[in-house]
């Protein structure tokens, strides 16, 4: 892809970025990109690395990031991505998993933090930082040294080892580890090529298409959906500056697609909601009519069933004021020229998609497992239906296995978990079908309703089944509530953990007339009891045995830092029950189990 890219669009722009030093966003040709990777190329040449050599990368998004991928890639070495927001010991243990020899980071602190675990990684040959010139040996035997002393071996390299075939190893990608170690992902070039090839009828690009990319490179969705995507169609990508800047890069890239988590479409929603709170009354209306109208006229344009009100009539008159005033502006957030918003890696909670669709900012859900390289299905542009993730793509099977499983097979599905055989024959079926965990419901027209993962269902001390999920995304569909989990297993009844957000938090306290600082006040009866009255009411479309009986406010958000959330941003169950056990056992004091 790299080359017939290259030979095509040589002079135009490839990938850009934000330069702190100058302050300014700068960019790199096709031919220049090319020429880099070259330089690596010939640098890894030098190492003698055997072909299938396992190199790994601990980096944020960048040039360097894709050009280590690129040559990797090239020589046929097998790219092994860290998660620049794990833990130093989950990276060792990558490392040693996947018997890495080669590894390229930031700084020396960077690779001291791994050093200092004091775990021996005896297949490391080699150190590299982008950002620093200093030498040296860690853990007695391993050479670090900077980006420019290491490329100067290869100045004198001639030849080149051959490149990969369609079954060699393109990636060990490893899975997020929600519960137990992660696991090597073996992805072939075949399996990533047929995903692409598979994303782009869904997802059309060409070369004056421009990506915002944000998600890490070690998330499987960013690599295929976007990174390789554009690569294969000479596609510009640019790089955000990171979660913390999203709103300001959208404008100063003002792309034509972005793929995000849904977490990222919750936190603007919320930004817009605390706007609209401080709307006049009148404003107010008018904002609440065009989510209204622009969600009706989704559904017609959608074939999705049409939700009727009084002034209905009134959609043809009105939507065009509604439009210009409140509806291109919303959509404006993601720029003037946005055409696909992909949501992957967690279900979109259904009253931002609504949100966003009715306003005309095209979000469009992706399902998939890193297993499947990794897409599996995508709405389409019409027949965009939120509560589903769309039909499976051309040349992918889906079927619904016991209890409900949904299970695919395609060119793009996985060879197996690197070195873990039994691992392996447990993920697919007998008769070759992968196995992917998920409940799912197909009756929508070959849509895939996931209902939630299998061993996520809740089964309370008296037999209820309850998929957390859905209680969840209904919680969290009341602006009070950042974060939710649902606990109850073996439990006499269903409870919530809760994380509030901070400015509703301290307006909560002020109606109630109590300290928002004071530790004891997320304790407090009055305080529980207003949050549990609130997580009711979001609930009460569920049956009565799925509603909460109890709550606990917590005081901190759960993010990737303090090992709460995976590095796609899901909850990290196992771990936040772990932290918060105390307060679970309070919510069922006197209740037994």
Known sequence: MLERTVRIFAGREAYKWFEHRTNEWVSITWREFSERVMRWRKAFARMGLARGTRVAMLLPNSIDALTFDMAALSNALVPVPLHATDTAGNSVYILNDSEAEFLVTVSFARWNSLASTGVDLPHLKQVVFTGETDEGTSLGHIPYCGIEEWLATGNDVTELPAGPDAESLAALVYTSGTTGRPKGVMLTHRNVVSNVQQISRYMPVDENSVFLS?????HSFERSAAYYHALATGALLAFSRGVAHITEDLHA?????????????????????LVRRKMTKKKGYFFDWAAEVGWRRFCKENGLPVEHTARECLDFIMWPYLKRKIADPVKGVFGSRIQVLMAGGAALNLHVAKFFCGMGAPIRQAYGLTESSPVISMCEEKGNHPETVGRPLIGIEARLGELDELQ?????????????EDDTRRAFTEDGWLRTGDQADLSDGGRIRIKGRIKEI?????GEKVSPVDLEFAILGDSLFDQVMVVGENR????????LNAERWRALCKDLQVNPDDPATRGSREVRNTVLKRVRSATKNFPRY????????LPENWTTENGLLTTTMKLRRRQIAERYAAEIEELYKGHGA
Request: charged residues 15%; aromatic residues 8%; hydrophobic residues 45%.
């Open 492 to 499: 006499p009844y269903v409870a919530a953990l809760v994380v």
């Open 253 to 273: 890239i003002n792309p034509t697609n972005m793929c995000s988590v849904p977490r990222v479409f919750e936190r603007i929603h919320n930004q817009i909601l």
């Open 546 to 553: 799925g509603q909460p009986r109890n709550v606990a406010v």
């Open 408 to 420: 695919v097979r395609g060119p793009q599905v996985m060879k197996g978990y690197w070195k873990r």
């Open 214 to 218: 944000y998600l890490p490179l070690s």
């Open 458 to 462: 809740i089964v309370t001390s008296v």
